[in-house]
């Protein structure tokens, strides 16, 4: 079942590194830093030091990316616990029972839950993935042009049917994102939507367009405000007490590893991911709860379940990346960029042809949980008060690192211009409620989305034939119809139920 040989290499080449472990710790405190202060997410902190990678190798880059990833995926709690206020999206259910557990004192025990259930549900994820990725490597191996061109277009729609309402907006911003990424000169030497700019030939900048949407425009969105959080009452942090709470843990396995089984599993369906895998979490180990009524008013399942579910999600994320090539959530999209940046194709001939890299970069991440548990116990204190910085001081070098990335990353004016773009386009994105994830999942998935469609119409001999001939194409079909059929009955159902009125 296992490549035994690809994994000793993947161990050889791991410790033949040094470098690998000086960026590793340096991108979970950046992960640390940037999950603690709201409205800087994960996506941001990789957004920003993505341009970094340009001078690591390929297995050192996607480390240091997933690091800012495992960082981030405990950093959020810090605020959400302290502060009521969740670090990023996927702490959202964290503030539920972390606030209030702060409010009786509870703060240290409450931190360190949720740091030892981060650790354990980023590892059960890894070690998840590490069990599935050889027989997965076989089925996907039987994918053609025409599954592989259809796999893109569910993702674009699982993406749709989680926005709450809003599916055909983020349909139309995934659509428009592969718009988009079809500027420039094809593979038949025809110009697409350059307006005869010189600057677009080669295309948009998709590295530069990501920092711009994710980035850049949270930043517009802050310059009104003073703070990030008011109210800078300062809270007692104990290491010992935070440490207890981390053993602590053995009172809560169930929730543990049902929360890790959850998010694992969601997080390989594209457009979940935390955000989504947290809450259900929750609402799963509610539901289960013989006491539910204690949820909301400081039980410590409600942060384990949330925690343990964010953070294993980051492993099943990682499936779509490394044996599709198809990014599923936010940072994923993200870390396709990295892989771009070395000219590394994710999907089934990577896992295929470069086992031991795949392995080596498991491998990785589950040494990067250790040094979690280390390095936030020891940064906890530090992280706390960056949550305070003011705006004044906190946006002056986050700016300068957005506009001098996106510079490194084009090497001409063109990077800025796009970065400034995109920017207030995702301003408006967010104004109006399209989603920004879609359009950069379309942004990324546009030319293979192209690419594959070519190459099955040149297999039908000039049809596309082959889309509606393969048992897995048409059961792909099938999905797509049903998707699309349930967000319209959906949309029906909430215009034709009767508005709740006010009654006396």
Not at 18 to 41: D, K, N, R
Not at 111 to 137: D, Q
Not at 261 to 288: C, D, E, H, M, Q
Request: glycine residues 12%.
């Amino acid at each position: 079942m296992f490549d035994f040989p690809a994994i000793l290499t993947a161990f050889t080449s791991l410790f033949s590194m040094p470098m690998a472990w000086v960026v590793v710790p340096l991108g979970i405190f950046i992960g640390l830093v940037f999950g603690a202060i709201p409205g800087l997410s994960i996506p941001i902190a990789m957004a920003i030091f993505l341009p970094m990678t340009l001078y690591m190798d390929f297995l050192e880059s996607i480390l240091f990316m997933t690091a800012i990833f495992t960082g981030g995926g405990f950093g959020g709690s810090i605020p959400a616990i302290l502060m009521n206020v969740p670090g990023t999206s996927a702490a959202i259910a964290t503030c539920f029972d972390g606030y209030p557990m702060a409010q009786k004192g509870q703060h240290n025990k409450a931190l360190g839950l949720a740091l030892s259930a981060s650790t354990i549900g980023t590892a059960f994820g890894y070690i998840m993935l590490f069990v599935i990725l050889e027989p997965l490597s076989h089925i996907v191996l039987r994918l053609g042009p025409a599954e592989l061109f259809l796999v893109a277009v569910v993702g674009l729609l699982l993406i749709g049917l989680m926005t709450e309402g809003r599916f055909w907006r983020a349909i139309t911003a995934g659509a428009l994102g592969v718009l988009l990424a079809m500027i420039g000169m094809s593979s038949a030497g025809t110009e697409r939507g350059t307006f005869g700019s010189l600057y677009l030939l080669d295309g948009i900048d998709t590295n530069a367009a990501m920092i711009g949407l994710f980035a850049a425009s949270e930043l517009f969105l802050l310059v009104k405000s003073d703070y990030l959080v008011k109210g800078h009452e300062n809270r007692n942090v104990s290491i010992r007490e935070i440490i207890s709470g981390f053993f602590s843990i053995r009172h809560n396995l169930g929730t543990l590893f049902r929360g890790s089984a959850l998010g694992a599993g969601l997080g390989v369906i594209p457009g979940l991911g935390s955000s989504i895998a947290n809450l259900v979490s929750y609402s799963v180990t509610k539901r289960f709860s013989k006491n539910p009524q204690s949820f909301g008013q400081g039980n410590p399942d409600g942060v384990v379940a949330a925690e343990s579910a964010n953070s294993s999600s980051e492993g099943g994320s990682m499936v779509g990346l490394l044996a599709l090539g198809i990014p599923s959530s936010a940072a994923t999209a993200i870390m396709l960029s990295a892989f771009s940046m070395h000219n590394v194709t994710g999907g089934p001939r990577f896992i295929s042809d470069q086992k031991d890299v795949v392995y080596a970069i498991i491998a990785g991440n589950l040494i990067q949980t250790v040094m979690l548990a280390v390095i936030g116990l020891l940064f906890i204190r530090f992280i706390v008060y960056i949550v305070r910085v003011p705006l004044a001081y906190l946006l002056p070098p986050i700016v300068i690192c957005t506009a001098l990335g996106s510079y490194t990353l084009t090497s001409s004016i063109s990077g800025p211009f796009t970065l400034l773009a995109f920017s207030i386009l995702g301003v408006l994105m967010k104004r109006y409620g399209y989603s920004v994830v879609a359009m950069v999942i379309g942004l990324l998935l546009g030319l293979m989305m192209e690419g594959n469609l070519v190459r099955t119409w040149q297999l039908g001999g000039g049809s596309l034939s082959p889309l509606i001939e393969r048992p897995i194409s048409i059961g792909i079909l099938a999905l797509i119809a049903l998707s699309i059929a349930g967000a319209a009955y959906g949309a029906w159902r909430r215009h034709s139920s009767p508005q709740p009125t006010l009654q006396d």
